[in-house]
């Protein structure tokens, strides 16, 4: 029973280029959270989907990020015209059930670096 | 709204010292989930603990043990007999009815076992 699974692992886009993170959550969840975690500090809640629905993107940045999981397929997260601030590690999370209650289980992360 | 405050940025012990990591939180709900991850070098986020509003028991699980004091909305793990694989940043977390979707993270305290 595979985890939540992410990739790349690691990314790395120019200026100006577009990023584009997958997550898989665990079989049987239907439930993803992103996360961002900039260099030295905790992770901040980004979005929340289901499929096809975006429930909460009160952490999302209002411009150049979006988000979405469709019916089939992984999760994405698109950034575009990518630019030095973005550089972080993004974490995927996928529950069961709807909300953080129960905790999540966490992908590996990508870390994005924006040279 | 949610806060979570980890005041020790870092800590260094040497192995076999018991070292404890302080967690302060805030919320306004009387329901709400308490978490401690751990993020080993290698990146990823490890569930360690979750712990409900209404179950102040102190827990132990081997080495480690976590203190939950509701009269002071603290919630500290203590690591007894440190290893140098217990080298990692630890993070503490909220979740509450309020922002059932996510969790608020604190900022982590790394911390470093050296032989």
């Known amino acids: 029973n595979a985890g939540v699974m992410q990739n790349p692992r690691h990314l790395v886009r120019r200026r100006g280029q577009e990023a584009r993170l997958r997550c898989s959550p665990m079989k049987g969840h239907s439930h993803v959270y992103w996360y961002r975690q900039l260099p030295e500090e905790g992770l901040k809640f980004m979005v929340y989907?289901?499929?096809?629905?975006?429930?909460?993107e009160s952490g999302m940045p209002k411009e150049r990020f979006s988000a979405e999981f469709p019916k089939e397929g992984p999760s994405i997260l698109r950034i575009q015209q990518v630019v030095r601030g973005d550089s972080a590690a993004y974490f995927c999370?996928?529950?069961?059930?709807?909300?953080?209650?129960?905790?999540?289980?966490f992908g590996s992360g990508t870390r994005l670096t924006v040279v | 709204a949610q806060k979570v405050t980890q005041a020790q940025t870092e800590i260094s012990v040497v192995e076999k010292e018991d070292v404890t990591l302080d967690c302060v939180y805030e919320?306004?709900?009387?329901?709400?989930?308490l978490f401690w991850y751990k993020q080993p070098p290698s990146g990823e986020l490890v569930f360690l603990i979750r712990?409900?509003?209404?179950?102040?028991q102190n827990e132990i699980s081997g080495r480690y043990s976590w203190n939950f004091q509701k009269s002071t909305s603290s919630f500290n793990f203590t690591i007894t007999a440190s290893q140098v694989v217990d080298s990692a940043v630890y993070f503490c977390?909220?979740?509450?009815?309020?922002?059932?979707?996510?969790?608020?993270f604190g900022g982590g305290t790394r911390l470093m076992v050296k032989p």
């Open positions: 919320t306004r709900d009387t329901t709400y989930y």
């Open positions: 999370a996928s529950s069961p059930v709807r909300g953080a209650a129960d905790g999540y289980t």
């Open positions: 712990r409900n509003s209404f179950d102040e």
């Open positions: 989907l289901q499929k096809e629905n975006i429930i909460d």
């Open positions: 977390a909220l979740s509450d009815n309020n922002a059932g979707n996510m969790l608020t």
